[in-house]
């Protein structure tokens, strides 16, 4: 059973940046969830995890999300340096830390349209895999929401195709939440991240950013390679999803480098 939380417990400072750490604008950013069950993750997650699943319907189900973005203005958080433009997409499953009790998103990996994609693999092992990332979108300001939003993927590893649309005035439902506000610090603030590198170990990062003021939309048509290939969504089910929320553009600090979790 899900506890009330409260985003006032989870918002702080931002920690300063140093180093390489990194800060980007995310622009079309959305977060495309599907609840499913929890069975079909099984020896996904290492042991040290378990999964932050909700009820509904006296089911429990585990959440997994499709975050499709265009990083423009990503740059160096501490130096003058060059500025990057690329299309991306994290897929990534929500989990608690037993160790920590810190709720946190498992990434299955990530797609990124960039040249630049050859350092976090080869660098720090990454699950990143190279595709090709086309966002089609019309962001209508007198209705504050998207007339159009069409994401495409061209990729090997996480073919994808995304429609969405928004309408004036819809409210956001989250079921299997105590309330709204639970749901969406489970679905939009988690701050750290786990995955398995590309050499087997554990690895993680950690980000910044500020309350995502994410609102509905409606989801057209949806076709995420990855999720039918690893039968965890079908793409019949791809059709339902239990959430989409959208956000024009926001601002994260990405805390580099990422670490090996002995």
């Not at 390489?20 to 993750?41: G, K």
């Not at 209705?143 to 994401?151: F, T």
Request: aromatic share 12%.
């Amino acid at each position: 059973m899900q506890t009330r939380l409260k985003f006032q417990d989870f918002l702080h400072a931002r920690p300063k940046p140093k180093g390489i750490d990194v800060i980007c604008q995310l622009q079309h950013f959305s977060i495309i969830t599907y609840a499913i069950d929890p069975v079909r993750l099984r020896g996904l997650i290492p042991e040290r995890f378990q999964l932050d699943t909700i009820e509904i319907d006296g089911r429990e189900k585990a959440l997994i999300s499709v975050v499709p973005f265009i990083d423009i203005d990503f740059t160096s958080a501490v130096y003058p340096f060059a500025k990057f433009v690329m299309g991306q997409t994290n897929y990534r499953i929500y989990i608690i830390d037993k160790t920590t009790g810190e709720r946190c998103v498992w990434f299955l990996g990530t797609t990124l349209d960039s040249w630049a994609i050859a350092v976090p693999r080869a660098l720090w092992n990454l699950p990143w895999y190279p595709g090709n990332v086309r966002f089609d979108c019309v962001y209508d300001q007198a209705q504050n929401g998207y007339a159009k939003y069409v994401m495409e993927t061209q990729s090997e590893w996480a073919p994808a195709k995304l429609a969405l649309i928004q309408e004036k005035g819809g409210d956001i439902n989250l079921p299997g939440f105590p309330d709204i506000e639970t749901g969406l610090v489970c679905l939009t603030h988690p701050l750290t991240g786990f995955y398995h590198r590309r050499d087997g170990k554990l690895g993680t990062y950690r980000v910044w950013h500020k309350r995502l003021l994410v609102q509905p939309a409606t989801l057209k048509y949806a076709d995420f390679g990855l999720l039918s290939r690893m039968e965890l969504v079908s793409l019949d089910e791809q059709q339902r999803p239990y959430s989409v929320l959208v956000e024009p553009i926001n601002e994260f600090t990405i805390y580099l480098p990422p670490v090996v979790v002995k």
